[in-house]
């Protein structure tokens, strides 16, 4: 069964951090562009990070550049977003993204609450 599966959020105090991982079954991760997005309430999903499977070059929302890291462990088929310097303003629902031109998959989400 194909499952991305997300853990490692919760509630943290502003200027604190949180890693979340994002654990891959029944494809290889780093045969698809990873990625994680998150959506705060009354707004759109965004997208905050991702690998590319082409060439491993990675992206970053600005709001967030410097203080977020995205990396995988292809051993342990899982990918990770390392958040420091929380702010109030990244409290959302953190998703999980594999995908390739032909296929698409999306972990359920695991919230982040920032307080300040």
């Known amino acids: 069964e194909v499952q991305l599966v997300e853990s490692g959020g919760g509630l943290v105090q502003a200027g604190g951090s949180l890693r979340l991982s994002c654990a891959a079954s029944g494809f290889t991760v780093e045969d698809y562009s990873v990625a994680w997005f998150r959506q705060a309430p009354g707004k759109e999903r965004e997208r905050v990070s991702c690998?590319?499977?082409?060439?491993?070059?990675?992206y970053y929302l600005d709001s967030v550049k410097g203080r977020f890291t995205i990396s995988s462990d292809s051993a342990k088929n899982t990918v990770y977003l390392q958040m420091n310097s929380l702010k109030p303003e990244d409290t959302a629902v953190y998703y999980c993204y594999a995908g390739d031109p032909d296929r698409n998959y999306w972990g359920r989400g695991t919230q982040v609450t920032v307080s300040s």
């Open positions: 690998i590319s499977s082409a060439d491993y070059s990675t």
